[in-house]
């Protein structure tokens, strides 16, 4: 099989899949992919940045599952110039609600940032109030709930405003335009990522040779008797 990697800038109103019976934008409207790929974890409609998409069910897992922490660096914009009591609280895990139920994030890297001078401007344009200031941090996270970074800032009373995924592990989009995607290949990639080339495929583990002794029959089945001896039995030549 041959895999496929692509590093996508997901704009802001684009869906991270390739149809929709709604008929909205998706990854499709963004360029030319080949059948069988998709994207590596999710970037809601109204959230942009980093995306990778693939054909390599490994590089899924990996990237995935929680047991191994890669972290996913964004940049947020909130309503308000957020605290360094709203920092803290970010970073030592807030309260927020996953499928209806309570959930504690866990610690998070968090800080106040100046807005990038090469973050381009977002279409449309992010609604502001008049008289209410904006401010930017940069928050890592390692898990993935479903919008958690909207419902973390909210929990500390900073709404977020945009959202730009920027960095997964070392991999960021850098001077990547929104819109714009590169087709990248596997030992790049996995290098940015911390992974291991030569360790592509999970083999199921060897089985080890039984060392159990074929069970002796208790009776004869051609007689029903019980054997007298640990020979097998068999019909009489």
């Known amino acids: 099989m041959q895999y496929k990697y692509f590093i996508v800038n997901k704009p802001y109103g684009v869906l991270p899949q ?4 709604g008929g909205r ?3 499709k409207s963004l360029g030319k992919f080949p059948n069988d790929v998709y994207p590596v974890g999710r970037l809601d409609m109204d959230s942009e940045g980093l995306l990778i998409i693939t054909n390599d069910k490994l590089l899924n897992h990996k990237l995935l599952n929680p047991k191994f922490e890669y972290d996913k660096t964004y940049l947020v914009q909130v309503d308000g110039d957020i605290t360094t009591e709203a920092i803290k609280k970010l ?3 807030t309260q927020i609600t996953v499928n209806s139920a309570p959930y504690t994030t866990l610690p998070a890297l968090c800080k106040k940032v100046d807005k990038p001078d090469n973050l381009q401007e977002r279409n449309p344009p992010v609604r502001f109030r008049k008289n209410i200031p904006t401010s930017f941090i940069e928050l890592t996270i390692h898990e993935g709930k479903n919008r958690q970074v909207r419902k ?5 009373d900073f709404p977020t405003l945009r959202l730009v995924r920027f960095a997964i592990g070392n991999l960021r989009i850098k001077e990547l335009k929104s819109g714009g995607v590169i087709e990248v290949q596997r030992d ?3 290098e940015k990522l ?11 583990k060897a089985r080890r040779p039984s060392t159990r002794k074929p069970r002796v029959p208790t009776r004869n089945p051609n007689t029903g008797k019980a054997p ?7 019909k009489s030549r």
């Open 91 to 93: 970073e030592k895990g």
């Open 194 to 204: 911390g992974l291991k080339t030569n360790d592509r495929e999970e083999k199921p």
């Open 25 to 27: 934008p998706t990854l």
């Open 152 to 156: 973390m800032t909210a929990s500390v």
């Open 188 to 190: 790049l990639l996995y």
């Open 18 to 21: 390739f149809s929709d019976d």
């Open 228 to 234: 007298t001896s640990k020979k097998r039995y068999g």
